[in-house]
């Protein structure tokens, strides 16, 4: 077991999976725990902030599964990882360069377009990349543990 341990360090492949998945990660809790909190500075009170957050996680998730379908359909799941974390970072720039509440409330929903498909489809992307049962187990282990 150690020697696909060592398989797994050494390859190129499961330190992209590592850094792609913690460059999605990272934004994707930041968004999960402040989304609340972007919506209340738009002025709206906690519960309709809370409740206009809602939408936002449905077109997440229909989005999220989407691209999952599109992806396998089309078998190239990288390129789906750029256009959506050029959507999620023109998201993020508009939330943070923007004073007006419609467009950010509009940006919200970009970044969770760009943050949201890109966790399981980087996972995925990883598991099709590394050969042999064994050390993709470990890198995928290592990539969801970082």
């Known amino acids: 077991m150690c020697r696909y341990i060592f398989q797994a360090l050494k390859d190129w492949k499961t330190w992209l999976g590592m850094l792609c998945y913690a460059g999605s990660d990272a934004p994707l809790y ?15 009170t906690a519960t309709p902030a809370n409740l206009l957050s809602v939408p936002v996680y449905a077109w997440a998730c229909i989005l999220t599964v989407g691209v999952g379908y599109m992806a396998d359909r089309i078998g190239n799941r990288g390129i789906f990882n750029l256009i959506f974390f050029t959507i999620g970072l023109a998201g993020y720039i508009i939330l943070v360069t923007s004073r007006n509440a419609a467009l950010s409330y509009f940006a919200v929903y970009l970044a969770a377009s760009g943050i949201y498909p890109l966790i399981p489809n980087t996972i995925a ?16 282990g290592m990539i969801i543990s970082l």
């Open 125 to 140: 992307w990883m598991s099709n990349n590394v050969e042999g049962s064994y050390k993709r187990s470990v890198a995928i």
């Open 30 to 44: 930041a968004f999960s725990l402040f989304t609340p909190s972007i919506i209340n500075q738009l002025g709206y």
